[in-house]
Antibody, heavy 115, light 113 residues
Framework: QVQLVQSGAEVKKPGASVKVSCKAS????????MHWMRQAPGQGLEWMGW????????NYAQKFQGRVTMTRDTSISTAYMELSRLTSDDTAVYYC????????WGQGTTVTVSS | DVVMTQSPLSLPVTLGQPASISCRSS???????????LNWFQQRPGQSPRRLIY???NRDSGVPDRFSGSGSGTDFTLKISRVEAEDVGVYYC??????????FGQGTKVEIK
C-alpha cells in the first residue's frame, strides 16, 4: 500500500539545523510532488514547501525562504527537509505529504528546539 | 494568499446526532479547468491528518458515507450525518486551487457532549 515513513523525533538546540527524512513506498516516487507541512503544539497546519522528486525543483513558502532546503534521493525513494537556524518557534510536528491534494501523509516527526 | 475561515471552531455533539462545519474562502476556488479544489481532512488525537473528501464532495476510499461535502465558489460544508465516537478530532478544510501557498482553515474541534 502507499506509505510515507518519516524519521524519528529530534531534539535540537537553538541555532542548530534539523534534517527530516520521508521514505515513500507503494508508488513511483518520482511521479508525485512531495510537500512538507508543520504543526506547532495545539496549532493548525502550515505549508512549508514542495519538491519535485523527478527534477529536484523546489518551491518554498516565503516564511521559510533561506532557512529550508528540500532534497531527495531517488535511489531510495526518500525525500528530505532540512531547516536551519532553529528557534523555539520551530518546535512542531513536521509532516511529509504526497502531492498538492495531500492524499497520503507520513506519521509525523516531532522536532523540539530547546536550550 | 487565499484565507480559509472555518466555523464553528468548537463543536460539541451528541452521539448519533448530525454535525456541520462551514468553510469560507476569501476568493472563488474554481480552477481554470472547471474543478474546485477544496479538500477536507480529519485529524484524530495524536494522529496525522487524513484526507476525507476532495474536490468538494468526493469521499476518499474507506471514508464512511456518513461524511459528505458540499458547496461551491467560496462556501463549503462538511456534514456528518450521525456522529460516532471515532469521529472525535479536528477537521480542516484546505484549498489547492490558488497556490502557492496551499492554505488551511483554522480547524474545527469536534467533541462528544
Amino acid at each position: 500500500q502507499v506509505q510515507l515513513v518519516q524519521s524519528g523525533a529530534e531534539v535540537k538546540k537553538p541555532g542548530a539545523s534539523v534534517k527530516v527524512s520521508c521514505k515513500a513506498s507503494g508508488y513511483s516516487f518520482t511521479d508525485y510532488y512531495m510537500h512538507w507541512m508543520r504543526q506547532a503544539p495545539g496549532q493548525g497546519l502550515e505549508w512549508m514547501g514542495w519538491m519535485n522528486p523527478n527534477s529536484g525543483g523546489t518551491n518554498y513558502a516565503q516564511k521559510f525562504q533561506g532557512r529550508v532546503t528540500m532534497t531527495r534521493d531517488t535511489s531510495i525513494s526518500t525525500a528530505y527537509m532540512e531547516l536551519s537556524r532553529l528557534t523555539s518557534d520551530d518546535t512542531a510536528v513536521y509532516y511529509c505529504t504526497r502531492d498538492g491534494n495531500m492524499d497520503v501523509w507520513g506519521q509525523g516527526t516531532t522536532v523540539t528546539v530547546s536550550s | 494568499d487565499v484565507v480559509m475561515t472555518q466555523s464553528p471552531l468548537s463543536l460539541p455533539v451528541t452521539l448519533g446526532q448530525p454535525a456541520s462545519i462551514s468553510c469560507r474562502s476569501s476568493q472563488s476556488l474554481v480552477y481554470s479547468d472547471g474543478n474546485t479544489y477544496l479538500n477536507w481532512f480529519q485529524q484524530r488525537p495524536g494522529q496525522s491528518p487524513r484526507r476525507l473528501i476532495y474536490k468538494i464532495s468526493n469521499r476518499d476510499s474507506g471514508v464512511p458515507d456518513r461524511f459528505s461535502g458540499s458547496g461551491s465558489g467560496t462556501d463549503f460544508t462538511l456534514k456528518i450525518s450521525r456522529v460516532e465516537a471515532e469521529d472525535v478530532g479536528v477537521y480542516y478544510c484546505m484549498q489547492s486551487t490558488h497556490w502557492p501557498p496551499w492554505t488551511f482553515g483554522q480547524g474545527t474541534k469536534v467533541e462528544i457532549k
